[in-house]
């Protein structure tokens, strides 16, 4: 078998036989097609009709171009028939009527160059060229109408449809005697920039949009594209673009159902050039939040701005039950101190430590890594460490993250509890930390369990330490929802450990028999007291085998 010297390029004749499936039939993808055809040949405006035939229902579309010369230009499927100037703004394929194969069409047309009217009925199994199609003479004015036999379904749809084809289309669209609504795709743009026949536009709403939101309009035609955002720290995507393209011939849709953007050169020059008007756009700001690697960013962009406002969260501790640390009023006005991430015991008894006494000279104000690089960031100081030291019996002992007290210390009154901070101090130039002590009441070491039994549950036995406030402390460093199948709701589990809390700080702090007289006074609070008369009181005598009640009026 010999070979050939050379080959190229050919459209096989038996793809005329698959034109229906070019496309995917539905009304939206016709009315685009159809109207980017009338856009190209200078229309002024399109009417769109509903008539009912003898043969049944018809959608008319019309409009008043420039008309199509030869009617074989028509059906020749990769010619287009257009002018050379609409061919290189464009690149018009030639396909868009071929979004009708399959159904029941009569085109008419009339063109200046032809000087006559001319029409063609095109049956729904005409399209794959194996019949010859008849033109006749029609008494059309001037430009086109297309004709289709309307199925029910897109008959329902019509009214729909035709507001999204005509809701960017840069042409007036009539439906029923009335103009469609139309719009600008970049209205509420907070800037424009243009840029290589395109206008960008910039929004700076803190909407974020889905993948598949349209980003780029050509002409009335929405397609879904990747595209540079900005996030300030506190407001994730609320910098976006939109680009409408008005004559860029190089930015290019996928052919033929042009649903998406070609991945080629110039799209991606015009990506930079959106994230440069972006930057532009923050440039114009008085001030902004954006992280240290998208301020970089803009530099390498040849955009000189400030660095990020320089202020950071007030420092909350956290609490067992989440991962998400509550978020605190903005530190702008006083020195800030950042708070490296213990685990909530230790953060927990070092908030109330620091509460009755703040030796460190500065807010304590929540770590945020995106400002890293920023100057007024990294000079910050910054808490590195804290552990507590615990005395009993004359003996010193450290709890911290890492580093446990004996299996055999017992919750109770210590003689001794302190904070040990290890502070690293701010400025242009690393110094050596220094190491503050802060004396505090109470401490819950969770040991690495998070539960009542196995936590050690520590005061000193010096200070005036409440039950209330000691219960507070263990909920808030140990209680830890399970969301295991058999379990209780969220609202139960805590209901339950906050009394199991208040019942080990009353036996811890009382003794037995006032922690039993408080879960007693809790149980009729909860259960009885409520029951009785407004103008009545109860007197409550029992023990294990006997329960005497009485009412009498009150006092």
């Not at 209680?479 to 209780?488: A, E, G, L, P, Q």
Request: charge should be negative.
């Amino acid at each position: 078998m010999s070979f050939p010297v050379t080959i190229r390029p050919e459209v096989g004749q038996s793809l005329i036989t698959k034109v229906s499936r070019l496309f995917n039939g539905t009304l939206g993808d016709v009315l685009l097609e159809l109207f980017q055809n009338a856009r190209r040949a200078g229309a002024r405006a399109i009417h769109v009709a509903v008539y009912n035939l003898p043969a049944g229902t018809a959608l008319s579309i019309y409009d008043d171009g420039c008309g199509i010369d030869d009617p074989a230009n028509l059906l020749t499927l990769g010619t287009s028939g257009w002018q050379q100037d609409i061919r290189d703004r464009e690149d018009p394929a030639g396909m868009g009527v071929f979004s009708l194969a399959g159904r029941d069409v009569i085109v008419r047309s009339r063109s200046r160059a032809a000087g006559r009217g001319w029409a063609v009925h095109i049956p729904a199994d005409g399209w794959e060229g194996t019949v010859p199609l008849a033109i006749a003479s029609c008494g059309i004015v001037r430009g086109t109408e297309i004709q289709i036999m309307l199925p029910a379904a897109w008959e329902e749809q019509l009214g729909s449809e035709l507001r999204i084809a005509a809701r960017y289309f840069p042409i007036p669209v009539h439906f029923e005697g009335a103009q469609l609504p139309c719009e600008d795709f970049l209205a509420g743009a907070a800037q424009i920039e243009l840029w290589e026949g395109c206008r960008i536009g910039i929004f700076h709403d803190g909407t974020t949009e889905a993948v598949h939101t349209p980003r780029i309009n050509f002409h009335g035609v929405t397609v879904a594209s990747r595209l540079p955002t900005l996030s300030e720290i506190e407001s994730p995507h609320n910098w976006r673009v939109r680009v409408d393209i008005i004559d860029a011939p190089a930015l290019q849709l996928v052919l033929p159902a042009r649903k998406e953007m070609v991945e080629n050169e110039a799209l991606s020059r015009l990506r930079e050039a959106a994230e440069i008007a972006l930057y532009h756009a923050v440039a114009r700001e008085k001030s902004h939040r954006l992280s240290y690697k998208a301020w970089a960013r803009a530099r390498d962009l040849g955009i000189a701005l400030p660095e990020a406002d320089p202020w950071l969260n007030a420092w909350t501790p956290n609490v067992a039950d989440t991962y998400n640390r509550y978020q605190g009023a903005a530190v702008r006005s006083e020195p800030m101190i950042i708070m490296s991430e213990h685990e909530p015991d230790i953060e927990q008894a070092l908030s109330r430590a620091l509460a009755k006494e703040t030796p460190l000279g500065g807010r304590l104000v929540d770590e945020n890594r995106d400002f890293e690089g920023y100057r007024w960031y990294d000079a910050l100081p910054r808490l590195l460490s804290c552990s507590f030291v615990v005395q009993r019996g004359g003996v010193l002992h450290r709890y911290a993250d890492d580093v446990a007290l004996p299996d055999d210390f017992g919750s109770g009154p210590v003689e001794e509890l302190a904070a040990e901070i290890l502070l690293r101090p701010g400025g242009p130039s690393p110094s050596e930390p220094t190491l503050c002590r802060v004396p505090t009441d109470m401490l819950v070491c969770n040991n690495g369990c998070w539960t009542l039994d196995e936590a050690t549950i520590l005061f000193d036995d010096e200070a005036n330490v409440q039950p209330d406030a000691l219960a507070n402390l263990i909920y808030a460093s140990l209680f830890c929802y399970s969301d295991d199948c058999d379990r209780d709701s969220w609202d139960t589990q805590s209901l339950a450990f906050e009394h199991e809390a208040r019942n080990l700080a009353n036996l811890l702090l009382l003794g037995e028999d006032e922690a039993l007289l408080a879960r007693l006074r809790e149980a009729v609070f909860e259960h009885v007291q409520w029951l009785i008369p407004f103008n009545r009181s109860l007197s409550i005598s029992a023990d294990r085998n006997r329960l005497s009640l009485s009412l009498d009026q009150a006092a």
